[in-house]
């Protein structure tokens, strides 16, 4: 009876750590049919968990196509490269390298305005 009792107040426990989630019911669901925000899991997109502020194209154990027309160091995703890359990832890849042949497998969301300002305010307090 214990362990059942156990196992319930932890599900309980899970799902409540899960309702802020249940906000993204926001523009955020967007971006959630292929990206995990609440962990390191890549899906077809890699984690966004962190994603402020990381350098682009770290994520541990995803297979970026972007990455390759990187020259140098590669930019840190705040708010301004945030903003470009969820409007029109297909351009912005090749703004942020320099090189028109540069291609991303993020397609061009077209997320702008306030619906970027509220997806960029979630991003920032994923930890
Ligand atoms: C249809 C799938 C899809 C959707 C929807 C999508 N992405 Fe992506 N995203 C990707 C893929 C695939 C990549 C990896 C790009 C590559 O390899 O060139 C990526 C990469 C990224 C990166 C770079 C991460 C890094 O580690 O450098 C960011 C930031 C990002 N996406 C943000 C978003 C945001 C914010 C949204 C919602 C507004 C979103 N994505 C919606 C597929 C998607």
Redesign the pocket.
């Known amino acids: 009876m214990l362990p059942r009792f156990l196992g319930f107040v932890l599900v309980s426990a899970g799902l409540a750590s899960f309702v802020p989630g249940v906000a993204q019911a926001g523009?955020?669901a967007?971006?959630a049919?292929?990206?995990e925000f609440h962990s390191d899991v890549n899906r077809?997109?890699?984690s966004?968990k962190g994603?402020f502020g990381?350098k682009?194209?770290?994520?541990k154990g995803?297979a970026?196509?972007?990455t390759k027309y990187v020259k140098g160091e590669p930019w840190a995703?705040d708010e301004a490269h945030?903003r470009a890359?969820?409007d029109d990832a297909r351009q912005a890849i090749k703004d942020f390298t320099g090189n028109p042949q540069a291609r991303?497998?993020?397609?061009a969301?077209h997320?702008r305005g306030a619906d970027a300002d509220a997806?960029i305010a979630f991003?920032k307090q994923l930890k």
């Open positions: 523009p955020e967007r971006c049919m292929c990206h077809v997109g890699p966004l994603v990381r682009a194209g770290t994520a995803f970026y196509m972007f995703w945030l890359w969820m991303t497998r993020m397609p969301l997320v997806v991003l």
